[in-house]
């Protein structure tokens, strides 16, 4: 599942006081509204892999090596032609969110960082006036399955930040804001993680990097994780800030689960669900099994957008000189040995690699 996000506006007819505004079937890519550019969930159900975390050559049939992403037998390989992934490629003018839930991701980019993460860790790279970077996907189970499941999230810059210094934090799973546990069985309580933004009940998140939209208080940037377990249920309070609710986008993902009920209206098929930033939305999971969402808040940019391919800019001048940049100074050139194997650290020191 890969693509771009489409724009999508309000539509009329949501009852007053409701926090549903407008529900579409979810498309994938997801449908998306400024500031985000882009939005795709991925679940890949990789084989067992070999000596060098790689797929066998065996496995490889009916897969379209280089731009593979029919979902041949459950997994994609993406742009990889060994291991899964996507070798060097540049990005500018917008920045990426890597929301991992299952799996493991290797990291390079053309600032000399490398490292390994997963499992819940977030990383927030603010791509500026250029960066080349690649994601990985090896295989370390050679015993059985290697399950990836993982969100990627473009997000615009404004004009005055297109050309900031390209830069990126790691937020790791476990510094990721979480309401306070009510006492339940293990299980049986919501999971939310805040990732950017503020949440009443919540800790202070680990800031983006400085340049980024969301560094802005005045973006009103917020992006969540939730999964409900069967049966329980957990509020997405009204928009608290200081600002005006016009121009403030928020939406509401359910990409997994049965049956999910959100501001009082029941969905049993996958929605994108336009909320109103004013009212407070509950989420409930049926009893047919947990339900998960992912939820994007920010405030519109308000400036045109012209994109191609991994550019983005404001003009299409913009975009035939970042061609140019990168045809010249390959945005800081690639000091690795390959454009597709990770360059792998020693578990203990590689938060510390990625955060240098």
């Known amino acids: 599942m890969f ?34 550019l882009f939005a795709v969930y991925h679940l890949d159900k990789f084989p067992a892999g070999n000596e060098k ?39 500018r003018g917008f920045e990426t969110i890597t929301i991992t839930r299952q799996g493991i991701v290797d990291h390079t980019d053309s600032l000399g960082n490398s490292g390994r993460f997963g499992y819940g860790d977030v990383q927030w790279m603010t791509a500026g006036r250029g960066i080349s970077h690649a994601e990985m996907f090896p295989l370390l189970n050679r015993g059985g399955e290697n399950v990836l499941e993982l969100f990627q999230v ?14 990126f934090k790691m937020l790791w799973a476990e510094d990721l804001p979480t309401p306070p546990p009510k006492g339940g069985a293990p299980g049986s309580e919501p999971e939310v993680a805040l990732i950017v933004g503020k949440l009443d009940g919540f800790g202070v998140p680990s800031a983006p990097p400085p340049d980024s939209y ?60 336009k ?37 983005v800019g404001n003009t299409k001048q913009d975009i035939k000189q970042a061609f ?13 040995p ?9 578990p203990a020191s590689c938060k510390a690699a990625l955060e240098r």
């Open 53 to 91: 975390m790689t797929v066998d050559k065996s496995m490889l049939r009916g897969h379209n090596m280089g731009a593979d992403f029919g979902n041949a037998a459950g997994w994609n390989m993406y742009h990889g032609e060994e291991m899964p992934g996507f070798p060097k490629h540049p990005h």
């Open 154 to 167: 473009w997000i615009n810059l404004p004009k005055r930040s297109k050309m900031a210094p390209p830069n």
């Open 214 to 273: 969301a560094a802005d208080p005045a973006s009103d940037v917020l992006v969540v994780t939730v999964k409900l377990p069967p049966g329980t249920s957990w509020t997405l309070p009204r928009y608290g800030g200081s600002g005006q609710v016009e121009g403030l986008n928020r939406n509401a993902y359910f990409y997994a689960g049965k049956e999910a009920t959100v501001g009082g209206q029941k969905f049993t098929d996958h929605k994108k669900i």
């Open 324 to 336: 140019t940049d990168y045809q010249e100074t390959g945005f800081g050139g690639w000091p690795w």
């Open 3 to 36: 693509g771009l996000c489409k724009t999508s506006a309000p539509k009329a007819g949501a009852a007053a006081g409701s926090a549903v505004i407008v529900a579409d079937r979810l498309s994938f890519p997801f449908t998306c509204e400024s500031p985000f």
């Open 338 to 346: 390959s454009d597709a194997q990770p360059q792998f650290c020693p």
């Open 275 to 311: 909320l109103r930033p004013d009212v407070d939305a509950v989420f409930q999971a049926g009893a047919g099994g947990p339900v998960e969402m992912l939820i994007l808040q920010g405030r519109d940019i308000g400036e045109p957008v012209v994109q191609h391919g991994p550019f």
